[in-house]
């Protein structure tokens, strides 16, 4: 890869070579899961999820006691351009909304008993507008990047990556467009719900903004700083450092697997353990997950951000466990094992 900015050099380092999962655990959890009193494998992807968990945290018996929400709230420049149907301001209202409790993801937090945080990222400072700036020079983006590492520090035992920040969707499209080829208009989608003019301004704007930053995007760090965005950056720290915490990540829809293909890029086993909660209705999230071997466990024809579609997934997750861990076995329940 070509020389990068040294402002990123811890992390490359931490993207290089993260931990391996643990298989032991893995074992054990299906050693378990054989004697629960069902059919082997009839409860299909949630004994998937059990060993995800089992994992990615290494331990035998996998604990959902602290499960955390991460909102990473941001604002973008490039909503000058006329890319989405909500003003800025926004960003703020529902970070203020999220607290008091009337956001989707503040019921779905509170009616499931997960965790959530919001962080926000200057939200008085959009980054620039990437059709005729960088988002973020090298050093902001770096800074960002290790915030996003401490955001977890609270000892979660899983984390949803989830975002608010009106104007994401197109720099998300803008970076997979950097990552993966093709033009705006392969990877735009409605976001809020733009009209066709809307639309076509947003892959023009995409367009652009690879066209002005040609020459500069040749890794992925670098497409980050100059076409993503703070949330984006923070959320790529949050999955980096939860590898080296030993917690599993739930990575929400289109702009949140942003930051998930920005560490794939760089080294597709840095997101092992992540799991992508759902395929987003915004056209080219299929895509982008396809572009990295991924697939979202749900689809729900969900929109929103805000890490509902991760957190809807987390709900599975605890299900899942609580099944594995409190299910009766063949022996205690006295039922009959398969035959031979
Ligand atoms: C009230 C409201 C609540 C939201 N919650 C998440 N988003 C979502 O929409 C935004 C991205 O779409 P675009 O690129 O079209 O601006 C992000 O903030 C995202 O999380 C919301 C958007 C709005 C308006
Ligand atoms: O899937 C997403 O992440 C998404 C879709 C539309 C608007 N905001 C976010």
């Known amino acids: 890869m070509p020389t990068l900015n040294p402002a990123y050099s811890d ?4 993207l290089t070579l993260p931990p391996d999962g643990d298989e032991s655990a893995v074992a054990a ?3 378990r899961d054989a004697q629960l009193t069902k059919p082997p494998g009839s409860l299909g992807a949630l004994e998937g999820l059990v060993e995800f968990l089992a994992r990615w945290q290494g331990r035998a018996k996998p604990r959902l006691d602290n499960p955390m929400v991460t909102i990473f709230a941001a604002n973008h ?21 999220f607290t008091n409790g009337g956001a989707a993801i503040s019921q779905i937090c509170a009616l499931h008993e997960l965790n959530l945080r919001v962080f926000e990222l200057a939200l008085e400072l959009p980054t620039g507008d990437i059709t005729k700036a960088a988002a973020l020079d090298d050093k902001m983006c770096a800074a960002t990047i290790a915030y996003g590492m401490e955001a977890i520090a609270g000892k979660p035992d899983l984390i949803c990556l989830g975002e608010m920040g009106i104007g994401n969707t197109t720099v998300a499209a803008a970076i997979y467009a950097a990552l993966y080829g093709g033009t705006g208009a392969d990877w735009v989608g409605r976001g809020t719900g733009v009209d066709d003019a809307g639309l076509a301004r947003k892959a023009d704007s995409v367009d652009r903004a690879l066209a002005f930053h040609a020459g500069e995007l040749d890794h992925p760090l670098a497409i980050l700083a100059r076409v993503g965005g703070r949330e984006i950056a923070a959320m790529l720290g949050a ?3 939860a590898r080296h915490q030993k917690v599993p990540v739930i990575v929400d829809g289109f702009v949140a697997t942003s930051a998930a293909a920005i560490a794939h890029a760089i080294n597709p086993a840095s997101i092992d353990h992540c799991l992508f909660a759902h395929v987003s209705a915004e056209s080219g999230h299929a895509r982008a997950l396809q572009a990295m071997g991924q697939k979202g466990l749900l689809d729900l024809g969900m929109r929103l951000g805000e890490g509902s579609g991760a957190a809807l ?6 299900t899942a466990l609580h099944l594995h861990n409190n299910m009766a076995t063949f022996e205690s329940a006295s039922v009959s094992g398969k035959e031979a």
């Open 11 to 14: 992390v490359i380092e931490l």
């Open 29 to 31: 959890v299906r050693a």
């Open 239 to 241: 999955l980096i450092a």
């Open 77 to 97: 420049g490039v909503t000058d351009q006329g890319v989405s149907t909500f003003p800025r301001q926004v960003t703020a209202q529902m970070v203020a909304n």
């Open 313 to 318: 997934a987390a709900v599975l997750a605890k």
